[in-house]
């Protein structure tokens, strides 16, 4: 063991010698030895010094199978004091290293096999150096009367961090301080519960902690400078990690980056001083060309293994790969990973791929002259939808004039610049939303929203999302609207007609009629093959006493253990699609309003989810909300901000 005047001498001894060596190999009993030892080799302050561990020494367990420590120590570099511009300052401070925590300087005494030992480390930022005191008061703690004051003064001074002997004592064996370590059934975690020594007994010094987490036979994950901190200054008879395995990181999944808009809610709808949306400049179609790139795949990312503590691998998950969402006229890229349009077109998403549909531009009316319509893509109709002629397209559609009693069916989305004029039993279904000047006896069935300028009248009108009215004239009088989050407009209601008016939001009835279905199915089911299992631990419990069955009863069996699996197959199915359409409606329960701008009249009846209330006296700037199992009235508010936008690429003036 190297005390601190040993050190001294070792300093002037090779000083002259090495003092152009770049890094040293050293060794010693402890790892503080050796890093004593490559500090004098180098000529520098153990401060300075960074260090490898080429071979990890041992005293053994409590002094047994002592082994020396062997390290290769670096000099760190030094670094020019520059007198920087106040520019440069300025960038200095831009890129400056994280904020250095306060610390005060510490004294640590611990008791060895041949000697008591003492270190005191610096401060950090703006702690408090350590002093004399503080170091009297550590051997104290240690019944250390006898010891060096001089190295201990200068040990204190000079705040090293390095232990150095500063005694002697009364080594007593018996009551040396000891260690059990604990890994858990998982191998992912260790803790460690030390006991105190007694009275002349030693502490376990880190190279101890070592060799007791290798006996244990854990190699990885030890927390190296909590276990250092923890040796300098042990808990006693409590467990304290020491050691984390690594958890496995699985990889990400593969994904499609679009390199068009597939969000239809994104621009906002703009009014005219006269109070009307002007449909004439719309522009929904995204037009792409020949051999555009239209998306690309990222690809799915490897996981990173982990690790326990005793060094078993984790293996980490990759990431799925997911197959290119090749729709109708478009193929893979040269790279294989891009889809690329092979005709020029409108780009869409349908059924969650990539198409590119031409589109079809009718230059008058749809009439006798043309008859119905149906169109793989998109249809432009630059007239009119006159009485009886239906136009259906996977696309979109997009009318210039009125739509009489007519039916249009698209998967997409439909645009009519003029309006509906359904005389009852006009039928409009869109897969996703609906533009129109104004809605008027007529039936309209859509996935997202309904957006109109001059309002509905006398109609139903269904839609996934919410139905919006805007514009001066954005009345609702008469019909029944249903709405998944919101009905929205200035009016509702009128003073003179004797129609009703109903607006129901907070639900999807396409979504409730399923699981209403789903859940008689569930129940059916269920009866089913609990009266399948009693038939057939009859059979099975007959078999065991007779040791077989008749032919007709044993193929009777089978046929019930078929059906058993068919049963159970089919409710597993059953049971997360219920969750499904569950977790759908409660998320649109959250957002059910019915709002009016300017008026609501006696009359109008109001639904959200499955409470009802009448209006029985007139209501201004109003929303109608659901709280508490009630209907409450509150201020007007704003229709949702995607409940106001359009397509993408929707553009009005």
Known sequence: MIDFVQL???????????RAIRSVDASGPTLEAAVNEAAAL????????????????SSGFLGAGKKDWLIRAYEQARVKKVELSEEELDEEAEGAAPVI?????????????????????????????????????????KDITEFDMDIVKKLVDEAEGVYVKVAEYNYKPVNNSGGAVDVDDSEMRVNIIVTPPGEGGCDLTLEDYHSLLVQNRVYHGVKEEFLAEFADNPVYREPVEVAEGIRPINGKDAYIKYNFETDQTKIQLKEEASGRVNFKELNIIQNVVENQVLATKIPAEDGIDGKTVTGKILPAKAGSDIPMPLGNNVRVGDSGDTIVASINGQVIIANGKVNVEPVLTVEGDVNLKTGNIIFLGTVIINGNVEDGFSVKADGNIEIKGTVSKAELDAEGDIIIYQGINGKGSGKIRAGRSLWSRFIENANVDVGSMVVVSDGIINSHVDAGKSIVCIGKRANIMGGRLRAGEEISANILGNSTSGTETICEVGFDPKSKIELDRLLATKTSSTEELETLKLDLQILINTKKQRKALPEEKEAYMQE?????????????????????VQEYMNNIQTRGKVSAAKRVYPGVKIVIRDVREDVRTDYRATTFILENGLIRVTKYEEPDEAAQKGLDGYSSH
């Open 8 to 18: 001294q001498q070792i300093v002037k001894k090779h000083l002259e010698l090495d």
């Open 42 to 57: 180098l000529d520098t302050s153990v401060r300075r010094l960074e260090y490898e561990i080429l071979e990890r020494g």
């Open 101 to 141: 925590v306060d610390k005060d300087g510490r004294v640590f005494v611990q008791r060895w096999i041949n000697g008591v030992y003492l270190k005191a480390t610096p401060p950090s930022g703006n702690g408090k150096w350590a002093q004399q005191a503080h170091a009297l008061q550590a051997l104290g703690a």
């Open 560 to 580: 019930l253990m078929e059906r058993r699996q068919v049963l159970t197959e089919e409710l597993k199915k059953v049971d997360e699609r219920i969750e499904k």
